[in-house]
T-cell receptor, first 115, second 118 residues
Framework: AQSVTQLDSHVSVSEGTPVLLRCNYS??????LFWYVQHPNKGLQLLLK??????LVKGINGFEAEFKKSETSFHLTKPSAHMSDAAEYFC?????????????FGTGTKLQVIP | DTEVTQTPKHLVMGMTNKKSLKCEQH?????MYWYKQKAKKPPELMFV???????INESVPSRFSPECPNSSLLNLHLHALQPEDSALYLC?????????????????FGQGTRLTVV
């Protein structure tokens, strides 16, 4: 079984300040973890992924996430927010289930960036 | 090519119409998925095809009919939809059998079809 909890439904930061979006997971096997971003009226874009290699994962647009097994967390961070980062962010866990991947989405965190 | 291509991007249909959504990938993936996403919500799984066979149907109404004609194509046939079916429909693909925590567990998503039922 697997699940994902995004701890904040809404995060608001000022432009130029750090971003922290929190995600906790549970999985009965070694998980693959992802962060996706979705801008208004757009599809999903992969930001970064963890697949049991380095625990600190760097993604696109300056985002990174650290896999912490002891805390079952995969928080997304960015040192300095940009206006274009305003979007919905989904934490996702994926694992094999027979002949396909069982993909579980968190409920999403809406990031607001204040000028 | 790491793209999942969905057509059309936008679709407006009446409640008596029949239409189809199309999805295509050329990554050799053997699992393909349909998701439905309502505003301000995460995507919800509708169907999973694994090796061209329907593996999962998440209790979706019969007015939605999936079809997987070959390993690269996935269709969603729509008939007699209701206004509440208006949503973003996302297609995804992934490797079929993959090991846990492996580098091949990623699901690739298309940009979606924005469906409006009037």
């Amino acid at each position: 079984a697997q699940s994902v909890t995004q701890l904040d439904s809404h995060v608001s930061v000022s432009e130029g300040t750090p971003v922290l979006l929190r995600c906790n997971y549970s999985s009965s096997y070694s998980p693959s973890l992802f962060w996706y971003v979705q801008h208004p009226n757009k599809g999903l874009q992969l930001l970064l992924k963890y697949t049991s290699a380095a625990t600190l994962v760097k993604g696109i647009n300056g985002f990174e996430a650290e896999f912490k097994k002891s805390e079952t967390s995969f928080h997304l961070t960015k040192p300095s927010a940009h206006m274009s980062d305003a979007a919905e962010y989904f934490c996702v866990v994926s694992g094999p289930s027979g002949g396909y991947q069982k993909v579980t989405f968190g409920t999403g965190t809406k990031l607001q960036v204040i000028p | 090519d790491t793209e999942v291509t969905q057509t059309p991007k936008h679709l407006v249909m009446g409640m008596t119409n029949k239409k189809s959504l199309k999805c295509e990938q050329h990554m050799g993936h053997r699992a393909m998925y349909w998701y439905k996403q309502k505003a301000k919500k995460p995507p919800e799984l509708m169907f999973v095809y694994s090796y061209e066979k329907l593996s999962i149907n998440e209790s979706v109404p019969s007015r939605f009919s999936p079809e997987c004609p070959n390993s690269s194509l996935l269709n969603l046939h729509l008939h007699a939809l209701q206004p509440e079916d208006s949503a973003l429909y996302l297609c995804a693909s992934s490797q079929g059998r993959a090991r846990a925590g492996g580098g091949d567990t990623e699901a690739f998503f298309g940009q979606g079809t924005r469906l409006t039922v009037v």
